[in-house]
């Protein structure tokens, strides 16, 4: 059975020039998202030296108020954006989190470093679910796995940024220095957003018009409803607290079992990060965009697949006491917390009307941020106090604590092919799917 688009009216199509425009700008805009994200954990063991905080303590204030204002704001900014200009949401957030970022390079103590990470959070609430939905409203339903990968490409160059960019910019300068690199170019590229990317019209490119304005509650029964959408979204969010949450504390790992300053740490997981993300990111825009990749289940297997086996990889990283070996499974299952991205933002784009996608993003960003922002390095930082038994966390606390999270990606696996069950009727309705 293959899956085909109905035929739509494309009179207003952007030329492929401003496809292209759009995508590689929005694609910079979630690289520096993903920076302005993760240097803090480049940074993370220097913060908690200086503030003298257990693993515990420094993850709350690193990553938890971040997630928890995204929750608080990220999804009345995507029912926003879903009835207003996302071009202007998605400048102004920028200009916000970078402001943020630079002041948290400002702060002296832990509440002026808590009030910034509040704000760069409050920023990144309004930026991915407006820049996934205009860009795919410049890409038809079925190139759009394609073009969200590309997209996605932000993620292994942001975290690039925030890893091996930071940390040499962190041991020359001081860590306050790392925030300022990536704050100051955010308030630029906000600036350029506003400037040159103009507003499509939703659903342009769709055989379902998206001029209507749904409630929120609307929107919320309608994502209740598909349950491919559901699954999708939570198999997002365990990927994010599998791999990313143990990216998180990698850094942190390194320097405290194998003797790494902080540029040394930040060098061994930047390469993993920009050539094996930016491998893994093309690939998945590669084979996404073959004929087969229509039918969203075979989507679906194929990164269910990736995940399960990069599983593997991941236990051992943080199992092996051989440096060596811990960086060669970092090349094995890294790449793959990058192969994910764009499939899954496609996949919920795809299983949304036109004018919920900007909603369907932000929940599928929130349960990512909080698995990632406020599971992973709060359970992680507590196992680690714990394990550590009353004395200073060390490296065997810590690694204990990751080998418990490593597992997880398995979850994740479940999830992808409870989807795949009920994808294709779920986004035939969505966004004019028949099959044949």
Known sequence: MSVNVLSVSRSDAPSVAERWYVLIVMCLVYAINIAARYVVTTVFE?????????????????????????????????????????RNIVAASLIIWSGFTVFCGLSVTYWQLL??????????????????????????????????????????IGAWLGADLAGAVAQAFGWRAAFFALGAPGVLLGLLVYLTIREPRRGRLDAIDGDARPSFIASLRFLWR??????????????????????????TFLMRSYHLNVAEAGAVTGHVHLVGGIIATVGAAWFMGR???VDPRRVLWTVGAVIGLATIPSFIAYWTHTLWLTELMFWLY???IYFFIGPCMALVLNLAPSNMRSFF?????LVGNVFNLIVAPQVVGFMSDWFAAGH???????????????????????????????????????VGYVTT
């Open 46 to 86: 220097p913060i908690r030296l200086e503030l003298h905080l257990t693993d515990g303590g420094a993850a709350f204030l690193t990553g938890v108020p971040l997630a928890l204002f995204y929750v608080v704001f990220g999804i009345p900014i995507a029912w926003l954006a879903d009835r207003s200009n996302r």
């Open 115 to 156: 009030t910034g990470r509040v704000g760069v959070g409050v920023g990144e609430s309004g930026a991915t679910p407006p820049s996934t939905s205009i860009v795919s409203d410049c890409f038809p339903a079925e190139r759009r796995p394609m073009a969200l990968s590309i997209f996605a490409l932000g993620a292994p």
């Open 226 to 251: 598909q349950k491919a959408a559901l699954h999708v979204i939570m198999a997002s969010g365990v990927c994010c607290l599998w791999g990313w949450g143990l990216v998180w504390w990698t850094p």
């Open 291 to 293: 004929p087969s990749m």
């Open 334 to 336: 890294i790449p793959a």
């Open 361 to 365: 993003t932000a929940w599928s960003v």
């Open 392 to 430: 200073a966390t060390d490296a065997v606390s810590l690694r204990l604590a990751l080998l418990l999270l490593a597992p997880t990606g398995f979850w994740a696996v479940w999830h992808f092919w409870a989807a795949s069950r009920t994808v294709v009727g779920e986004q035939r309705r969505a």
